[in-house]
């Protein structure tokens, strides 16, 4: 079956045909952060129009929390200014006229990557973990992708430690806040090229980045225990970060060590995976 999966991050908006799993062909623009939800999904539209008629179910994959009703919310709104409780269901429908699976990207992007992949590895119990300019989460738990109560399930990024959230002291927007602060006009990406190249004020960045996410996985490994915790993101696959992670988890006894995996499908993750829940959903 071919799905038509979208998926609206803080800063673009990636529109993909999926069939069984596969990205046929896909395309994408930028997220207009002054807009609002009509504007995005109008861009979507837009952007999906040359293939009408190929797809017969949809998948929406969203920044933020989606809650059964197929209502959205931000969670934080610096991410990307959703008004509270916008109709994301209803609002899809009036563009098209499909069945369609909500859900949060990152929720999107576990499922994505645990089906085909860590399922056929025997994996039941699976954390995602994206690690860019915020940080999002998914939990698939005895195969099923977990959304909670209220979608917010795997919101890691939401939980505080030391005073604030681990979004706002580990992403890649705080990254590129520091290296400002410090007189250095970058972004995550600038951080980590300058920390490969040994100058300190990056290396020492990047290192406080390295241990909050150390601490972080190691909590959601107390918490949940998964078989693995599957780190994805522009920052979770920067090279040399999750050997770095690993590294700052050596003190931890074996068996409370998580077993920490690079994403296998990289920015493609949210729409394989919304795609695989709207045919199920509607099959
Ligand atoms: C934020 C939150 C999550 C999202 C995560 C990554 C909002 C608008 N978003 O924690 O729902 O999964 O950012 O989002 O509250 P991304 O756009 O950086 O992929």
Known sequence: MTALAIDIGGTKILVALVKDGHVQDWTRGPTDFSGGPADWLDTAAHLAKPWQGQYRT?????????????????LNAGTLGIPPNTPLRDMAQDRFPHPVALANDAQAAAWGEYFGNAEADRVRDMVFLTISTGI??????????????????????????????????????????????????????GVFAAAEMGED???????????RIAR????????????????????????????????????????????????????????????????????
């Open 136 to 189: 999002g989460g998914g939990i698939v738990a005895n195969g099923r992708l977990r959304t909670g109560r209220s979608g917010l399930a795997g919101h890691f990024g939401q939980i505080w430690s030391d005073g604030q959230p681990f979004e706002a002291r580990a992403a890649g927007r705080w990254l590129a806040e520091e290296a400002d602060r410090t007189g250095h006009r970058t972004d995550a990406e």
């Open 58 to 74: 949809l998948g929406i994959a969203v920044t933020g929390r989606v809650d059964r009703s197929g209502s959205w919310s931000a």
């Open 216 to 283: 972080l996985t190691a909590d959601i490994q107390m918490t949940l225990d998964p078989d693995r915790i599957v780190l994805g993101g522009g920052i979770g696959l920067a090279p040399g970060f999750l050997a770095a992670v690993e590294e700052a988890q050596r003190h931890l006894a074996r068996d409370l060590r998580p077993m920490l995996v690079a994403a296998r499908l990289g920015a493609f993750a949210g729409v394989v995976g919304i795609a695989d829940l709207a045919e199920r959903t509607n099959a």
């Open 201 to 211: 004020w990056a290396v020492a960045l990047r290192g406080q980045a390295v241990a």
